[in-house]
């Protein structure tokens, strides 16, 4: 079992950045693949970004892409998103999440544990 707690959101003006922090529970950490989505009220649970058990492979949805980087610390069981050049579409709960395999997908599905979401609100 994984637990993971998000933090990190808040508010920004548009231009502004944010890092957002996902700390897992459990010594397999670096075992998992792990996945940002986020949810803007009204609308579907979208991917963001996703990186391999190693760090070694990363992708973005094209939405994201040039402005927001994920990368783990598997010493420290942590996988941020650093958010730059936010926009107020960007504003959403986002979502950190575990796979039980060591690599990642941008389908929801493919991942086993979730965190609470932590909220992320840009203003124009």
């Known amino acids: 079992q994984v637990q993971l707690v998000e933090s990190g959101g808040g508010s920004v003006q548009a231009g502004g950045s944010l890092r957002l922090s996902c700390a897992a529970s459990?010594?397999?950490?670096?075992?998992?693949?792990m996945g940002w989505f986020r949810q803007a009220p009204g609308k579907e649970r979208d991917f963001v970004a996703a990186?391999?058990?190693?760090?070694?492979?990363?992708f973005y949805a094209d939405s994201v892409k040039g402005r927001f980087t994920i990368s783990r610390d598997n010493a420290k069981n942590t996988v941020y998103l650093q958010m730059n050049s936010l926009k107020p579409e960007d504003t959403a709960v986002y979502y950190c999440?575990?796979?039980?395999?060591?690599?990642?997908?941008?389908?929801?599905?493919?991942?086993?544990?979730w965190g609470q979401g932590t909220q992320v609100t840009v203003s124009s």
């Open positions: 999440a575990a796979s039980r395999g060591g690599y990642s997908s941008s389908a929801d599905t493919y991942y086993n544990y």
């Open positions: 459990g010594r397999t950490f670096s075992s998992h693949g």
């Open positions: 990186i391999w058990w190693s760090g070694g492979s990363t």
